[in-house]
């Protein structure tokens, strides 16, 4: 049962039926999207890529990423404190447009969310090897892929106030890391000026630099989602109309700012950019941490950077647990009676939880397939994402147009229209960014691999919906943003 809103306002009653209890703090409930957010993470797993595609300057990617997801996050903070219910996006798009728009975002979020908990815990593997002194290779890598998704699902199934401690210390723990080794490489492992971030270092060869940035880009995209987890806890989250958009907003402010001092002090300590784009030096984070601390203390960050890593998927995996149960919850799926069980002593819901460990873990071995996994699974996780958030915004946009009058706790009052469509527009320009093929060299399939995976994913979501009509089986509101439409359930 979803929020029910009251017959005069619009805006939700409360969720007596919620079997979730509010044991999570606003801070809690921040550290959870920061530590999704993680800033170490996604620089950490995407410095050296982001370096050889576009050089020194692809630090503003964080910037332009920072501004546009910003703009989302104000649109979702308006939803989430009018429709404060567990599940994200999925439940938002049931209530600003209808069942089968909202089955298609949660169905892309889905998938996405699995996919991006493989991402994080792939990107560990080199930083597990270090830390324990074996080499990494491909197969050792996928291994500790699968301890890290076992041990982030082992902390979940203790409840939410297992999630919330996980998420401080994650959060204090990466973010102190990040502020301590940051200040640390400028002070003593400077090797660069700031004029750095200006110099491409040739990386666009006779043409424009835009392509390049536009490729290198992929580290800004990748970094500045997580602040919709905020929302997928709604229900866990006292007064959740004030404290989960502020939240949000939090996210971006401070994750954004610890990601882009912690990419700045690893680019002034780097002292060969050439060997990077060449592709002669493959873990430029790794060299910069050992030359500058020594074997000792790099394994010291090593393990700061594991805590950052466990912490991120953790938060991933409670997001998606959480959209899975309220996809049960409204009886949207196929084996919604087993995926909506819940264990009420810990306050989780066990299955759906267990799908959110599961699939990630086949995704893990499936990538032994793959030369380049770790990029064709980050890009798939960014597209998935983004995907399904504009979905969101694009919902916003057509329910405000129709006369939706945000009626939360935090609304964007006459500037609500203008920031939607910007949003909308920033959205659109990155996900084509993303799926846009640059390696001729390569066959067609593997040049548009991540363009391919959405169409199969928007492809199968679509079969299965007009197949099975799962979306039409459950009578949570729906479509009832609109006001000609309040109390009527729409598909």
């Known amino acids: 049962m979803t929020a029910t809103p009251s017959p005069a306002s619009g805006v939700p009653t409360g969720e007596p039926g919620s079997e979730f209890r509010k044991d999570m703090s606003p801070w809690a409930n921040f550290a959870l999207g920061f530590t999704y957010l993680s800033p170490v993470v996604g620089t950490y797993t ?5 370096i050889a595609d576009g050089g020194p300057p692809m630090i503003w990617a964080f910037l332009v990423a920072g501004c546009g997801q910003f703009l989302v996050a104000l649109i979702f903070g308006e939803v989430v404190a009018q429709y404060p219910i567990a599940g994200g996006v999925y439940p938002w798009a049931r209530r600003l447009w209808g069942k089968r728009w909202a089955w298609m975002t949660g169905w892309v979020y889905m998938w996405a969310l699995l996919v991006t908990i493989t991402s994080v815990a792939y990107g560990a593997g080199p930083y597990i090897a ?46 102190i890391g990040a502020l301590v080794v940051g200040v640390y490489l400028l002070s003593t492992h400077r090797h660069q000026g700031l004029g750095v971030i200006f110099d491409t270092y040739g990386v666009e060869g006779d043409g424009s630099y835009l392509p390049a940035f536009l490729a290198a880009g992929i580290i800004g995209l990748y970094q500045y989602y997580g602040f919709e987890a905020c929302g997928d806890t709604a229900e866990e989250v006292a007064h959740p109309g004030r404290v989960i958009p502020r939240a949000m907003r ?34 430029p984070v790794v060299d910069v941490l050992f030359d500058a601390m020594g074997e000792a203390g790099a394994r010291t960050v090593m393990a700061v950077v594991l805590i950052s890593f466990l912490s991120c998927t953790i938060s991933l995996q409670a997001a998606a647990g959480r959209l899975i149960y309220s996809y049960a919850r409204d009886e949207m799926i196929v084996g919604h009676r087993l995926l909506r069980r819940f264990v009420h002593a810990r306050a989780v819901p066990s299955w759906a939880l267990f799908v959110s460990a599961a699939i990630p873990l086949l995704i893990a071995f499936a990538s032994l397939l793959s030369e380049d996994a770790l990029t064709n699974i980050v890009s798939f996780a960014i597209l998935g994402i983004y995907g399904s958030f504009q979905m969101v915004v694009l919902a916003a946009l057509r329910a405000r147009l129709k006369g939706w009058r945000p009626a939360g706790e935090f609304t964007l009052g006459r500037w609500g229209l203008a920031v939607n469509v910007a949003a909308l527009v920033y959205g659109i320009l990155a996900i084509i960014n993303i ?57």
Request: proline share 2%.
């Open 46 to 50: 995407l410095f050296g890529i982001a």
């Open 130 to 175: 270090i830390l324990f002194g074996f080499r990494a290779t491909v197969h050792t890598t996928v291994l500790c892929t699968a301890v890290l998704i076992v041990v982030a699902i082992l902390v979940n199934y203790m409840g939410t106030k297992a999630l919330s401690t996980a998420a401080l210390i994650g959060f204090s723990g990466e973010l």
């Open 250 to 283: 939090r996210t971006i402010y401070i994750g954004g700012s610890a990601a882009t001092f912690t990419c700045m002090s690893l680019l002034l300590s780097v002292t060969d950019f050439n060997a990077i784009i060449s592709g002669e030096q493959t873990d």
């Open 435 to 491: 799926s846009w093929a640059r390696s001729p060299e390569k066959s067609w399939w593997e040049n548009w691999i991540v363009l391919l995976c959405g169409g199969v994913v928007v492809g199968t979501g679509l079969l299965y919906m007009f197949t099975t009509h799962h979306y039409g089986r459950g009578d949570a509101p729906a479509g009832d943003a609109v006001p000609e439409k309040q109390g009527v359930s729409s598909n």
